[in-house]
């Protein structure tokens, strides 16, 4: 199913507040079984609505530098290196990527670890502009919204209604509003398919 119910929301938000809270403790609480929580579980990761199962680690309280805040404008078209480079870099917790062609990421570094990341990750013909800033408090909030929460067709990229269609290549499933868009899916998969294979 792709619609998302009140369950299903639920189940998202207690795993939100606690990713270790058992399924027998989550189906107390929205009143299923644990194996049908299992399912749900199961159905929400094959739809991609949860990602992972992640641990949130304070970095502050294992390294001795601040927590700082480095914006980098690259030049047009090359961002995506420079997140994939700041990515690679064990300090950095967090990368975002703008379509101003600006990266920014979060990271405990102290000052010659910062001059190290600068001039031995960065490229100086990429980076046009470079700020570092110390922050002083952050938060993160994650939460579900008021929105309805659809899986997307891989063909079109309209909202999934009712079943869809499922299909799977490679061990990997995907999902597709109608069987138009899944004639064409297949279509394309397979050409692409022939094309490695020659």
Known sequence: MAELDATDREILRLLMENARRSYRDIGEQVGLSPPTISERVDRLEDLGVIQGFTLDVDRSTLVDGDAVLVEIRTRPGRTGEVADALAGVEAVAHVVQTVDARVLARTYMDAAELRTLVSETLDGDVVREL???????SAWSPTLGEGDLVAECVQCGKAVE????????????????????????????????????E
Do not use: P
């Open 131 to 137: 700020d570092i800033r110390k922050v002083v408090e």
């Open 162 to 197: 009712g079943e869809g269609v499922t299909v799977t290549f490679d061990d990997e499933e995907y999902h597709l509003c109608c069987t138009s868009c899944e004639t064409l899916f297949r279509d394309e998969y397979e050409e692409l398919q022939a094309g490695i294979e």
